[in-house]
């Protein structure tokens, strides 16, 4: 008797036991199946599969296409650009011996020069900031006319027009509009530093001492050429010391 009870209890707990699985969906009684176990196994079988293909190039496409951003735009801005001369203050010849750059500076880069132009004063009522200044990061357009030069030899710098906050158009083929940007007091334009090569470092330096005294102990300044690009962008091509010529 004992015995048929059993059996009878058991059937009672397997049926019982399939009609609620019946009832369970197949995700629950599918968890319900798998062990910690099972779980370890099929997440090292997914970390040991090669990942695809374009999930490799792209970020190398990414890395690539920042590395060569900058070179496009200054080949951009040399094949594009327009040629214009510059005048920069004088250079100290100790400078060049000690660093591997030379630093330039300009007359356009001084907020004195700028304010004498038309248009400095429209530009600074947009972009006022602290004590009467520019704020910082102002974007800024330099106009310049270029100057006929009557002797061969070192070209004569482009004449300041005016300067404005926005990017003249429609200028005349004799005029170029220069983009820069305010920071600290001076306004920069992408063409200040000029890295020397180390075989042409002293032989630059001698021209300087040489060739920029003049007879009355007064440095002259130096003429650079640059290319300006329809947007503003400039770009280093050469330098003038004296009469010599170094290119970029």
């Known amino acids: 008797m004992k015995s048929n009870s059993s059996e009878s209890s058991n059937k009672s707990s397997t049926s019982e036991s399939s009609k609620s699985n019946k009832n369970l969906s197949p995700e629950a009684e599918f968890s319900g199946k798998l062990t910690f176990r099972d779980y370890l196994i099929a997440t090292e079988q997914n970390a040991n599969k090669p990942l695809p293909f374009w999930r490799l190039l792209v970020p190398l496409a990414l890395q690539t296409g920042l590395i060569l951003a900058v070179p496009t735009q200054a080949l951009y801005t040399d094949v594009a650009g327009k040629t214009v001369i510059l005048q920069s203050a004088p250079v100290d ?71 404005s906050g926005k990017r003249p158009t429609n200028l005349p083929n004799d005029q170029v509009a220069l983009k820069g940007v305010y920071r600290d007091g001076f306004v920069n334009y992408g063409v200040e530093t000029y890295f020397i090569p180390e075989e042409q470092r002293e032989r630059i330096s001698q021209d300087i001492s040489r060739t920029l005294e003049s007879r009355e102990g007064r440095r002259r300044p130096i003429a650079v050429k640059v290319k300006v690009d329809p947007q503003g962008n400039a770009v280093p091509i050469s330098l003038w010391v004296g009469d010599r010529n170094y290119r970029f």
């Not at 750059?101 to 947009?126: F, K």
């Not at 006022?128 to 270029?146: D, F, I, K, P, W």
């Open 93 to 163: 010849a100790d400078n060049v011996r000690q660093n591997y750059a030379l630093n330039l500076d300009y007359n356009i880069s001084r907020v004195a020069t700028l304010r004498r132009l038309p248009g400095w004063e429209e530009l600074l009522r947009q972009n006022r900031g602290r004590n009467r200044q520019l704020a910082q990061g102002t974007n800024l357009y330099v106009t310049l006319q270029e100057r006929e030069s009557f002797e061969r030899g070192v070209p004569r710098a482009w004449r300041l027009v005016r300067v």
